[in-house]
């Protein structure tokens, strides 16, 4: 038997006062909601949809309830998910009518004829497979309506179960005042998300600068290189900081079920289990 380990992140970016308690507290509990899966022996992919659909559902953050409006004043979510032993993976984009888009990625992954589902498309297909739907306005906190500004921020979850399987999910509502049908680098496998048989990681930051870095991929390389998982985040971050000038983060978990993460903002909440019961915080 592996040594399991999970690592949470809650968006990298600037992190108002206020929220950085809130935003510790539900890193905590998408790690603790994962890794309950993991220490009774369920499946890292398993330990990701339970940690991220915890933090969608926590209008802390920018995912799922909560999320960014758009210049239209909606929201359109997007989420990934992959499994590491097997290079499967499923996402969706651009979706309004899904409480949690982690959930339906990971059915576009276990249906198999496709990796990326977008907006009305997605939607008939949650629909099909019995993914729960709501209408768009239960997804805007008022909050979120009265100030029309950027929350704190993307999340995401890497997991290495008992058997040594990687998992690696991704989830966002974008960014605020984004063009309607705006696709970043979340729901992409290699930008924001990748995972396989060395390690996983999912990315946060500036879309756009990460897809052109292919930055998720990137770092799962440096692992099957012989870095540990904090040496590849560093890796990771120092490229995409000297090749884009731009801002992200990202978590790792490696063949040691080591958790490793790194970032050029001021903030990036992370929480990570490695081996036993006590639950790291960092923000």
């Not at 239960?138 to 997991?159: D, F, M, N, P, Q």
């Amino acid at each position: 038997m592996q040594t399991a380990s999970i690592i949470v992140h809650g968006g990298a970016g600037p992190l108002r006062e206020e929220n950085v308690q809130p935003a510790r507290a539900g890193c905590r509990e998408a790690a603790a909601a994962g890794w309950e899966v993991l220490k009774n022996g369920g499946a890292a992919l398993d330990a990701v949809v339970a940690a991220v659909t915890c933090l969608e559902n926590n209008s802390v953050f920018n995912a799922g309830t909560g999320a960014a409006l758009n210049a239209d004043g909606c929201i359109q979510l997007d989420a990934s998910i992959m499994n590491g032993d097997e290079l499967k993976a499923g996402a969706v984009a651009a979706v309004e009518r899904v409480r949690n888009p982690i959930q339906l990625a990971r059915m576009v992954l276990e249906d198999g004829r496709h990796v990326l589902l977008v907006a009305g498309g997605a939607e008939r297909f949650a629909r099909e497979h019995g993914v729960e739907s709501c209408d768009p306005s239960e997804l805007i906190t008022e909050l979120r309506r009265e100030r029309w500004e950027a929350k704190h921020g993307t999340v995401g979850c890497v997991a290495r179960d008992a058997q040594g399987r990687f998992a690696a999910g991704t989830s966002t509502g974008g960014i605020s005042g984004m063009l309607p049908g705006r696709v970043g680098d979340s729901p992409q496998i290699g930008s924001g998300t990748y995972a396989s048989d060395v390690g996983g990681v999912s990315c946060t930051g500036i879309g756009e600068d990460i897809i052109r870095v292919v930055l998720a991929k990137w770092a799962v390389d440096r692992l099957d290189t012989g870095l540990d998982a904090t040496q590849a985040a560093k890796a990771a971050i120092e490229i995409f900081s000297r090749q884009t000038s731009s801002e992200a983060g990202l978590i790792v978990i490696d063949n040691h079920s080591r958790a490793g993460f790194a970032r050029n903002t001021s903030h990036m909440p992370v929480a990570w289990v490695t081996g036993d019961d006590d639950i790291h915080v960092d923000v």
